[in-house]
C-alpha cells in the first residue's frame, strides 16, 4: 500500500509538461485525434492498438521520412511477429541522424585521465574509415565482425561501421575469460575480429595479448585481426596471433585513410547484432535482434520513458558484454552525447562513477544495483565532495534495489534526482518497465509498465493477478524481440527460453507484483523462487532484509527440492569486516526475516563464505547454486570465466557433499 512515507519524487509540473512523452500526447492528439488523460490511459492504448502505437512512434520520430512499410505488424504471433514488412533502414545511418556542431557525440574517460570529446564528424571520420576497411577485406551483409574491446570509443566506432556495411556485430569484453569468450564467438564465425590489447580495472592496466593470441587460435573462421593499440601503442602486430593466413591491421593506422560514409540499404529485419545470454547455466545463447526493431524500440524506450534528449549527457557504467552497453549506445539515435568510461566503479574510491560524472558533466548516469548498495554499505555521501549539480536522472537496473538503498539515493546524492529503476533484458535490448517524468518514485516500486509493453503478472494457470506476485508476461510482441538465436534453426532454444510455460505468451522469467497504480515490484528470478511450504517469495525480498543489517556485506539464498521430496533453503552470508557469526548473529537474521516477511522462510542453514559468486554484469549466480545443491557438478553449472569468483562454486560442491542425508 502506498502511503506518503514511501514518495520520495514527484514531477513537477514544468518537468511532466516539458517531458518528451507529454509532447508525444500532444502530437497524438493533434494529428491523430487522441487524447488521453495520463500515463495509464496512454499505456493501455499502446498495448491494445498495437500497431497503431508503434505506426505512431515511427512517425514522431521521423521514420516516415526515411522508409515507409507495407504494414506495421503483418503477423502478431509469438515467436516470429512481422514488423515494418517493406521498410529498409540502417542503424548506424539513424545514429548520425541528429548529428551537430553544438556537442560531442562520445566523450571517453579512462581511470584517472581527463575526458577526451570526439565530434560528431570526427565519429562520422573514423566510421567511414573502417567501414571502407571493412569492405576491403571483403565484409558485407550478413558477414559477421566481432569485438573484444573494453568499453571505450573503438567499440562504438567498430560496431557503426560493422552496421554501416550491413555486418552482424557481436562483442565480449576483454576481462571475460578466454573459454567464456570463445563460447560466445565461436558460434558467431566472424570473419574479422577486433580486439584491443588490454583494458584498465582498479588502478592496473590487464594486458591481454597472451589471451588474444588464444582466442585467435580458437577461431578459425577470422581472416582479418584489426589490432586496437590502446595501452602499447606500437606498429607491430606480430606478438597478437602465429596465424599466417590472417592479415593483420593496426587500428591507429587504419585511421589514417579516408573516406566517405555510406550506408548499406537492408530490409528492417536484417540482423544488426548478436547479444549474449550470461552462460552461467550453459552455452551462452546468442540472441539476434534486427535493425529496424532496435532503432524503434530504443527510439521509443530512451526518448519516451528515459525522456532522454539531444542535449543530454547519457552515461552508462557498463562493460561492452552488457546489454545496456547497446542501450547506452543507442543515445546517439536521440543526438545525445555518450559517455564512455574504461575502469572500475570504485576507482580511485567508492565514488569512482559519481567523479566520472562529475568531470562529464553528466546529466543521466546508469548502474547496476549492485554499485548502489556498496556505496550505501560503504557509508559513502557523494553530494558531499562532488559536484552533481547537472544530474537530472539515475538509471538503476540488473536486480532489485532494497529499500534502504533507494532512501540513500536520495539522501546522499540529490533530493531532486529522478530514479528510474528500469527491468528488462538482453532478450529485448530494452526495458520492460521503468520510468516515466510524468509519474512519481516510490520506494521499491518500478514506476509503470514501458509503452507498448503489454506486461503482467500470471499465475500458473495463466490468469492475470494484480496486487499479488506472478511471473512476468508479455502478451503481444515487441519490434525488439529476437529474430531467432544463433545456431538455432528449428528455434527449439527460444521456444524453450520463453515460450515452454504458456504458448504463444512470451514468459521472461521474473517474479513480479503489478500495483493497482500499474507500479511493478520484481522480486527476482521466477525460476530462483523461494516456495516454502507452498508460500512463494523472491530472493529479493530476503536480500532486502538481510543485507540491512550491518554486520552482513552480501548474500546469496536458494531454495532447493531434493530427490527425496525434501526443501532444502540455505542463507549463504558474507559478513562485514571484524564480525563472526555466532548465534546471536544467527537469530538476529532469523528475527528479521520472521517479523518482515515470513515465518516459513527462516532458512534451514545460515553460513558464512567468503565471496558471492556473480555474473559479469553483477548478478548473483543462485540457479548454479541451486542445481549444485541438487547434485550438479560445479563444473557443469556454469562456463569458466563467465563470473566472479568461480572458486566459490567448488566451494558450494564441497559443502553440499558434506551434508548428511535429509539435510
Not at 542535449?311 to 539515435?333: A, I, K, P, Q
Not at 515470513?598 to 559468486?613: K, N
Amino acid at each position: 500500500m502506498n502511503t506518503d512515507t514511501d514518495l520520495l519524487w514527484s514531477p513537477s509540473r514544468s518537468t511532466a509538461e516539458s517531458s518528451n512523452v507529454a509532447a508525444f500526447m500532444r502530437w497524438l492528439s493533434t494529428t491523430r485525434g487522441l487524447s488521453f488523460s495520463g500515463y495509464t490511459e496512454l499505456w493501455r492504448w499502446s498495448t491494445t492498438d498495437v500497431p497503431a502505437f508503434w505506426s505512431a512512434v515511427w512517425e514522431f520520430y521521423g521514420l516516415d521520412a526515411v522508409s515507409s512499410y507495407d504494414e506495421v505488424l503483418a503477423d502478431p504471433s509469438m515467436p516470429g511477429a512481422s514488423w515494418f514488412p517493406g521498410a529498409r533502414l540502417n542503424f548506424a545511418e539513424q545514429c548520425f541522424a541528429h548529428a551537430t556542431d553544438e556537442r560531442p557525440a562520445l566523450i571517453t574517460v579512462a581511470e584517472g585521465g581527463a575526458p577526451a570529446e570526439t565530434s560528431w564528424q570526427q565519429l562520422r571520420s573514423q566510421v567511414a574509415t573502417v567501414a571502407a576497411s571493412l569492405r576491403d577485406m571483403g565484409v558485407g551483409p550478413g558477414d559477421r565482425v566481432a569485438g573484444y574491446l573494453p568499453n571505450t570509443a573503438h567499440a562504438v566506432i567498430a560496431l557503426l561501421a560493422s552496421a554501416a556495411v550491413g555486418a552482424v556485430w557481436t562483442v565480449c569484453s576483454p576481462d571475460f575469460g578466454t573459454p567464456s569468450v570463445l563460447a560466445r564467438l565461436q558460434q558467431a564465425q566472424p570473419s574479422v575480429l577486433v580486439a584491443a590489447d588490454g583494458y584498465c580495472y582498479g588502478g592496473k592496466e590487464f594486458d591481454r595479448r597472451p589471451e588474444l593470441a588464444e582466442i585467435m587460435d580458437g577461431l578459425p573462421t577470422v581472416r582479418h585481426l584489426i589490432a586496437v593499440d590502446y595501452l602499447y601503442a606500437s606498429s607491430t602486430t606480430s606478438a597478437w596471433s602465429q596465424r599466417t593466413e590472417v592479415a593483420q591491421h593496426t587500428w591507429s593506422l587504419l585511421l589514417r585513410n579516408q573516406a566517405e560514409l555510406s550506408f548499406a540499404d537492408v530490409p528492417s529485419d536484417h540482423p544488426l547484432w548478436i547479444l549474449w545470454s550470461s552462460g552461467t547455466t550453459g552455452v551462452p545463447k546468442g540472441i539476434v535482434q534486427g535493425h529496424g526493431g532496435i532503432v524503434v524500440e530504443l527510439l521509443k524506450a530512451l526518448g519516451l520513458g528515459a525522456d532522454l534528449r539531444s542535449e543530454d549527457r547519457y552515461f552508462f557504467h557498463t562493460s561492452t558484454s552488457w546489454m545496456v552497453w547497446n542501450f547506452m549506445v543507442g543515445g546517439l539515435l536521440h543526438g545525445a552525447t555518450i559517455i564512455l568510461y574504461d575502469g572500475s566503479p570504485t576507482y580511485p574510491d567508492v565514488n569512482g562513477v559519481w567523479k566520472v560524472a562529475e568531470q562529464t558533466r553528466a546529466t543521466m548516469v546508469g548502474m547496476g544495483a549492485a554499485y548502489l548498495v556498496a556505496a550505501e554499505k560503504a557509508d559513502a555521501h557523494p553530494a558531499a565532495e562532488i559536484d552533481l549539480s547537472a544530474l537530472r536522472s539515475i538509471l538503476q537496473t540488473g536486480s532489485a534495489l532494497p529499500g534502504s538503498t533507494w532512501r540513500w539515493v536520495y539522501d546522499r546524492l540529490t533530493p531532486d534526482v529522478w530514479l528510474q529503476s528500469i527491468c528488462g533484458g538482453t532478450d529485448i535490448c530494452s526495458a520492460l518497465a521503468g520510468g516515466s517524468p510524468v509519474l512519481p518514485v516510490r520506494l521499491g516500486r518500478i514506476q509503470c509498465p514501458a509503452l507498448g509493453v503489454a506486461l503482467a503478472a500470471w499465475d500458473f494457470s495463466g490468469q492475470p493477478l494484480v496486487g499479488e506476485q506472478g511471473e512476468l508476461v508479455v502478451t503481444a510482441p515487441l519490434p525488439s524481440m529476437p529474430l531467432h538465436f544463433v545456431n538455432d534453426p528449428e528455434n527449439q532454444r527460444y521456444l524453450a527460453s520463453y515460450f515452454d510455460v504458456y504458448p504463444g505468451i512470451w514468459r521472461h522469467g521474473d517474479w513480479v507484483t503489478v500495483e493497482p497504480d500499474l507500479s511493478v515490484v520484481v522480486a527476482g528470478r521466477s525460476d530462483s523462487t523461494l516456495n516454502r511450504m507452498g508460500v512463494r517469495m523472491g530472493s529479493a525480498d530476503i536480500y532486502a532484509v538481510v543485507e540491512q543489517l550491518p554486520q552482513i556485506a552480501d548474500s546469496v539464498v536458494i531454495g532447493a527440492e531434493l530427490p527425496d521430496g525434501q526443501y532444502f533453503m540455505p542463507l549463504f552470508v558474507v559478513l562485514a569486516e571484524g564480525t563472526t557469526l555466532d548465534d546471536t548473529l544467527r537469530n538476529s537474521i532469523a528475527v528479521s526475516i520472521k517479523g518482515e516477511l515470513s515465518p516459513r522462510h527462516v532458512p534451514d542453514v545460515i553460513v558464512p563464505i567468503t565471496a558471492v559468486p556473480r555474473t559479469l554484469t553483477g548478478k548473483k549466480l543462485e540457479v548454479p547454486v541451486k542445481r549444485i545443491m541438487q547434485g550438479a557438478r560445479a563444473a557443469d553449472v556454469s562456463a569458466e570465466g563467465a563470473i566472479t569468483h568461480p572458486e566459490m562454486l567448488s566451494w558450494f560442491e564441497d559443502f553440499a557433499t558434506r551434508l548428511p542425508a535429509g539435510r
